[in-house]
């Protein structure tokens, strides 16, 4: 009796998907060692199910937008690496560079937690590490678009401690990996057009600088003086805020610190031009008094420069010292104020005048609104800005050189706003017949037609303006408000601006002001 046997033929596709399941649902194999990480891949963005498990020599990917491994799609996966690393004791620097999320954890401690969607970002985190084996797991996930991971780390020695750990960029965003770094013994640069190293353009390169320092329990005022743009973290708290092209100008921010070790951090970016970059902070003194209104600083100098001889509650800054003083513990010349102070303000436009014998600087949230800072005769100057409701920092600086002395400082508002703009434009003159369509955008998004028959122009050079066009200040506030403009000649749209619907570039009215078409 002969047998029989049976064969069964599963088609490729099919015998494809067995595999993939047997694979990904089998027991996880690989272990992590010394020389490379255990890497389990997730199908899914939460580190959970089904996974594939292998060994990673190290982690530095960069899959663009394919596919981590075969089975996995390219967006819309997760990664476990885990790894035990043996160490020597000290202080050590740990970086993540992803697209997107990224949790790091060292010895079940998590150091840098960036669990978001973000674009291409570096993160970093030092820690204090005794000599031994040391666990490491870090945790990936990627939305969509290009995938990113890397991990890197680096022993920071002791002369971290006395300087600051300088991260430079050969671009503005410090991001990627530094085209060098070094240890700086303070911040204090003023390269001017050229560059701080070789390595490096004159332009368009940053600096990321870190620094541990031990303070004692107070608050302390942290000023930066830079060309181009900065941010200041203290502890991971971002206390300035000036990511943003402009000339060397001054920042101050003032935070209470615990006794003890603090994370500082200055980001910087030079565009193009000058370079300057400087950090430096001081301990702000106790005033004499509870300070319920202006707290003034009072500096035996005209630079505002070392510790204040007294700091005292200024209930208003109306002063007419004329050729007196201004506290016995100063002379009549040759002394500098700072006051500061936060007020609660409704939202709209605020004007600010200052009126001083001699020099004045006025900032309100960090900028710089009034800057005076001369010798002068007695004189008054205004800025306006425009405020959101809520609390708001005014600080202003004055010196006085010698002769009589003076300082005030008086606000007004919410002002009574303009609501309406004007419109400067052109259209080709006689014979042709030539007309201006102006539509101001709804709060629906839809276009409001001005006038129907539109304008025309009768001046031989087809100049055309357009006085009076209303603007929602309460929704766009001195930006503006969106309008399309559109010129027609003999029955044909020849041109138009602000179809922000289809794709142009937005154009506004802004208000109590000549706003003028591109033609």
Known sequence: MNSRVRIRTIAPSLFVSVVLLATLAAPAVAQSTSEGWRAEYFGNRYLTGSRLVRQDAEISFDWGSGSPAPGLAADSFSVRWTRNLQLQEGRYRFTTVTDDGVRLFVDGQLV?????????????????????????????????GGAVARLSWVKVDGASREGWHGSYFANRWCTGTPAFTRYDPQISFAWGTGSPDLRLPADGFSVRWTRDILFESGRYRFTTVTDDGVRLYIDSRLIIDQWRDMSPTEHSAEIQL????????????EAWGGAVASLRWTRAETPDEPVTDWRGEYYANTGLLGSPVLVRNDRDIAFDWSAGRADQRLSADNFSVRWTRELKLERGLYRFT????????????????????????RGKFSSQIHLNQGTH????????????????????????????????????????????????????RTWRDMNPKGWASLRPDGLLKIDGLPVEYSRYGQQGHPYRVEQWVNGRLVR????????QAEFCIRPNADNYTPW
């Open 258 to 269: 615990a006794a003890g070790r603090h994370a500082v951090r200055m980001d910087y970016y």
């Open 112 to 144: 840098i937690d960036q669990w978001r969607e973000m674009a291409p970002t570096q993160f970093s985190a030092e820690v204090e590490l005794s000599r031994g084996w040391h666990g490491l797991r870090m945790e990936y996930f990627e939305a969509g």
């Open 393 to 444: 920092r005014v600080r202003m600086e004055y010196f006085e050189l010698s002769g009589l002395a003076s300082a005030r400082l008086e606000w007004e508002g919410p002002l009574p706003v303009p609501r309406v703009g004007n419109l400067v434009t052109h259209v080709p003159p006689y014979p042709s017949y030539s007309w201006i369509k102006v539509y101001q955008l709804t709060g629906d």
């Open 496 to 503: 138009s601006v602000g179809d922000i619907l289809r794709g």
């Open 354 to 377: 200052t009126e001083t014998d001699d020099g004045v600087r006025l900032y309100v949230d960090g900028r710089l609104i009034i800057d005076q800072w001369r010798a002068m005769a």
